[in-house]
């Protein structure tokens, strides 16, 4: 499988014909060539616009755009540090989430539902687990956003996905880091409640899960443990997982397409368990694991950014396979798309 390079910027919400991308504080849809199809959009006060013009201080500093989401009213959703906008298609911003702990949420931390339901989690490094975690919802298209859920501090590190299932039309959250507190739960109303189907070791700690008909598939975010990072799959019916295979480093990517396909990708961030300074594209067909692509970690330091390959948002309404790939050699932050 070939690749190319469409953007130098993040890609973070596909639809079926259109990229949304963003560069520092502005983020507008180009097509599968690249070509801008839309207004652009800018966001952000002028401190922000200043710090994310340059890739490292982006990076560095955690500025810039992180989170896109479109709307079934065609608002849009996008986060920066510490806030959360809401825009018209016109431009205009017409709300502004903030107060929430943590600069953002995880990589695959917001999600929405076709009813409209916004899904927002929180992340935050507490090291010291002297705080919670709240999961938010809105209900108006995030005009307001209430907590709809609440992990103690002695319950979860923070929370790190909260995802739409569209095959049992049901909502899917995840947890790390310590054994304990890695969880996968499920809500079938909306978020209201929710039930865990798994705990208690590192299997079941990842930061996002791919839709099957048959299974529900992830890669394991071992990063700062010495266990063995794996690629799991559950089976639906029985609940059961499965390892399907080792995995060189911690995964930080996951996406499910239109055709069914899953692809994972790994990352470096200096673990004792990484296998060396590669991050890899991996294709998961059943039980044979492909890998498929691969860059190393550039020379700049960890700090900084680690390597990954991050899959956008909405992955489920196109069958070309779309990342971005951050600190690593010849993709510093760049999208890359399938040819």
Excluded at 21 to 30: D, L, Q, S
Aim: hydrophobic share 35%; proline share 3%; glycine share 10%.
């Amino acid at each position: 499988m070939n690749f190319k390079k469409v953007f130098n910027g993040r890609a973070l919400y596909v639809e079926t014909n259109k990229i949304w991308v963003a560069k520092g504080m502005k983020f507008w849809a180009i097509d599968y060539s690249g070509n801008r199809v839309s207004r652009k959009y800018s966001i952000g006060n002028f401190i922000q616009k200043i710090l994310s013009c340059n890739r490292m201080s982006r990076q560095l500093l955690r500025e810039g755009i992180h989170h896109i989401v479109v709307l079934p009213n065609n608002n849009i959703i996008a986060t920066t540090k510490k806030k959360t906008f809401v825009v018209d298609r016109n431009g205009k911003i017409i709300n502004i989430f903030a107060g929430y702990r943590g600069n953002k949420p995880g990589t695959q931390g917001v999600c929405v539902t076709p009813n409209g339901s916004v899904f927002f989690g929180e992340y935050t490094l507490n090291p010291q687990r002297s705080h919670g975690s709240t999961l938010y919802r809105s209900i108006d298209g995030g005009l307001s956003f209430q907590a709809v859920y609440e992990f103690g501090k002695n319950e979860v590190r923070h929370i790190h996905f909260i995802k739409y299932d569209p095959f049992e039309k049901c909502l899917w959250m995840g947890t790390g880091d310590r054994d304990f507190e890695c969880k996968l739960l499920r809500s079938d109303d909306n978020g209201d409640t929710w039930y865990v189907v798994g705990e208690g070791n590192q299997d079941w700690r990842a930061i996002g899960i791919c839709f099957q008909k048959n299974y529900i598939i992830w890669g394991t975010d071992a990063g700062s443990v010495p266990d063995q990072n794996h690629i799991i799959r559950l089976d639906r019916q029985t609940k059961n997982i499965e390892i399907v295979a080792n995995a060189e480093g911690p995964c930080h990517g996951c996406g499910s397409f239109k055709d069914g396909r899953v692809f994972i990708s790994t990352g470096v961030e200096g673990g004792e368990n990484e296998k060396d300074r590669f991050a890899r594209l991996k294709y998961v067909d059943n039980t044979v694991i492909q890998n498929i692509f691969m860059l190393k970690k550039d020379l700049l330091p960890l700090i900084l950014q680690y390597g990954v390959m991050r899959f956008p948002a909405g992955t489920e309404n196109t069958n070309k396979v779309i990342f971005t790939s951050m600190g690593l050699i010849h993709g510093g932050e760049t999208v890359f798309i399938q040819k």
